[in-house]
């Protein structure tokens, strides 16, 4: 399956449900009797990983449930569904699920733990981090005792390792092995926890006390055979020896492709095979293939359980609707006797609402800022590919055909030959400069001029006027992020076809808004071919942050930017 870690809170749930469940199995009752073979069903195509079918039984026998009044089954399917949206990648029609599931556990704290944990698990996975941790706290406040604590505080330092809060991370992991080993809920748990405090330490920068831990996460999940945490240890090893022992790095990444791939971890074999790729194995470009098949075959996969789980719910709603006037007959009946206690049933419909209302808005508007910067990546990606084929392919080429036409064992041809492996590795260098992890931090205004000056040449002059006035702790990474890519891109468009012999930048900085203007006296070009020229990423990238980017040019006039945005 595609994300075991559910599977135990699967387990947990179903043996809370079956101590609520089984009293209440009385053969006489037929629909409490077809609801609960509805339940057993619904479990056993789970465990056989049909989840469409589990989806749509848990579905049915929530209906019936419903018909029944009883809420803490009503609960119970629904969590299961929310459950299996997750194991399939459906996060948002997840947390729609789950909120459907709130009225009807407000006083278990056993499904309140549970959903919180399912609603954190979602956030964290949707990369809302502070809503995550907001969620694992709450499942913490539920929890009847230390060790059912342990799961979300551990979750909630994986978040905070991904906010880059290593101290906190270290701090709430120690907290936990601090505790006696009988406090330790499993010693799976132990290893999980050893090798994400581990992970912590190796991100902050303690490489040694990091790399030990690790590695006695990783023993003691090989002793368990917990397959799935010995995925999770050999991609954290893999990251680990990636910059110091590729070697190391591709033999960890082998590993967890492998585990992955007998368990069909979709996700852990995507990023065991991301490291392959950049660990410059041999075989980039098989595992490249392997890696766009298999990304594009999950994305598939889980639109077409989406779309499946939503009708579905459609259904459901359409069969309601049917027996719509039997309902309102029987509530009629009622209606003079319980009018006060449906007045406050109708309030907390509307609040409801109104909650989810909110909630798809904000989702919304996320998804927007989530689809620009999948936009800027899909660009960048593309940069890269028409970089390699344009400036590389042909070079390389005719290297390889020069050496195996020349003969080596002179000299002037040995010296031609390594020139021109020179000038291939100069561009290759130059490219992975382009796409290079930027610095953010305090010394980002040194970088930015560092990379600027890099195109002075014996041609060229390149003046950067006030960039250290600007106050860059104030303006988001984001946007200096987007600054400095989208600078980098008018430097290299200025040396592929300005043939300017002066260029000048200048930095101006106010209350909320910075300013950069760029001037050359290269050639130019008319309007109208601007973008066409290969400037239209950077307009993306701009309008991305919520600036603006405007070009001035003419043939033989130079060419002239503007580049305004808020801090």
């Known amino acids: ?56 039984y848990f579905n049915k026998s929530k209906i019936v449930y419903e018909k029944l009044k009883d809420s803490s089954n009503i609960a119970f399917s629904l969590i299961q569904m929310g ?49 995550a941790i907001f969620y694992y706290k709450e499942a913490i406040k539920n929890s009847k005792d230390h060790a059912a604590k342990q799961a979300p505080i551990n979750n909630i330092a994986v978040v905070y390792i991904k906010q880059k809060k290593y101290d906190k991370a270290i701090s709430l992991l120690e907290s936990i092995l601090n505790k006696k080993t009988s406090e330790i809920r499993s010693q799976k748990s132990k290893g999980r926890v050893l090798d994400n405090l581990g992970y912590a330490y190796f991100k902050k920068g303690l490489y040694e006390k990091g790399l ?29 020896y990636s910059k110091t022992d590729s070697k190391k790095s591709n033999e960890y990444a082998q590993l967890a492709y492998q ?3 007998k368990l069909n971890s979709v996700d852990e074999r995507l990023e065991a095979l991301s490291f392959l790729m950049t660990n410059n194995s041999g075989n ?16 598939k996969i889980r639109n077409n359980f989406k779309n499946k789980f939503a009708k579905i719910k459609y259904d459901s709603k359409k069969e309601k609707d ?27 419909i509307g609040i409801i609402f109104l909650i989810i209302v909110i909630v798809i808005l904000v989702r919304y508007y996320r998804n927007q800022s989530r689809i620009e910067k999948i936009k800027t990546a899909y660009d960048t990606e593309t940069r890269i590919a028409k970089d390699i084929h344009d400036e590389l392919a042909n070079d390389v080429f005719y290297a390889i055909t020069f050496a195996q036409t020349q003969s080596l064992t002179k000299e002037d041809i040995k010296e031609t030959l390594l020139q021109k492996l020179n000038h291939i590795y100069t561009r290759v260098r130059g490219i ?61 468009n200025m040396k592929k076809h300005s043939e300017a012999s002066l260029v000048v930048l200048k930095f101006e900085s106010s209350a909320n808004v910075i300013e950069i203007n ?50």
């Not at 390149?462 to 987007?482: G, P, R």
Request: hydrophobic share 35%; glycine share 4%; aromatic share 8%.
């Open 1 to 56: 399956m595609v994300r075991s870690p559910f599977l135990c809170l699967l387990v947990l749930l179903f043996f809370l449900s079956c101590e609520e469940k089984l009293p209440h199995l009385i053969k006489s009752n037929p629909s409490k009797k077809e609801a609960s073979l509805l339940q057993e069903k619904a479990l056993l195509f789970f465990q056989k990983n049909n989840y469409d079918s589990s989806f749509y």
């Open 83 to 131: 459950n299996i949206q997750q194991v399939n990648g459906d996060y948002y029609g997840s947390k729609e699920t789950l909120t459907e599931a709130l009225p009807y556990i407000t006083n278990d704290k056993n499904y309140l733990t549970a959903v919180n944990n399912f609603f954190g698990i979602a956030d964290k996975e949707l990369s809302i981090y502070d809503d």
């Open 212 to 240: 030990l831990l690790m590695n006695q996460g990783l023993e003691l999940r090989t002793q368990l055979e917990d397959s799935y945490g010995h995925i999770q240890s050999c991609l954290h090893l893999a990251e680990y």
């Open 259 to 261: 585990i992955a791939t």
């Open 284 to 299: 980039d470009t098989a595992y490249a293939q392997k890696y766009v098949r298999l990304n594009d075959s999950i994305i």
């Open 322 to 348: 049917e027996n719509q006037k039997l309902r309102l007959e029987k509530a009629e009946n009622l209606l003079s006797l319980q009018e006060a206690k449906y007045q406050k049933i109708v309030a907390g």
């Open 432 to 492: 992975s400069r382009e796409n290079n992890t930027i610095q953010t931090g305090a010394d980002y205004s040194i970088h930015l001029k560092e990379m600027l000056s890099t195109y002075n040449s014996d041609n060229t002059n390149v003046i950067i006027n006030n960039i250290e006035k600007v106050n860059w702790d104030t303006v988001e990474d984001i946007k200096k992020i987007a600054i400095h890519r989208v600078l980098h891109e008018l430097m290299v």
């Open 518 to 567: 760029y001037t050359d006296n290269g050639k130019g070009c008319e309007k109208d071919k601007i973008i066409k020229n290969g400037l239209q990423n950077m307009e993306n990238r701009i309008l991305a942050i919520k600036g603006t980017i405007t070009f001035d040019s003419e043939p033989e006039k130079g060419f002239k930017v503007k580049i305004s945005m808020p801090k």
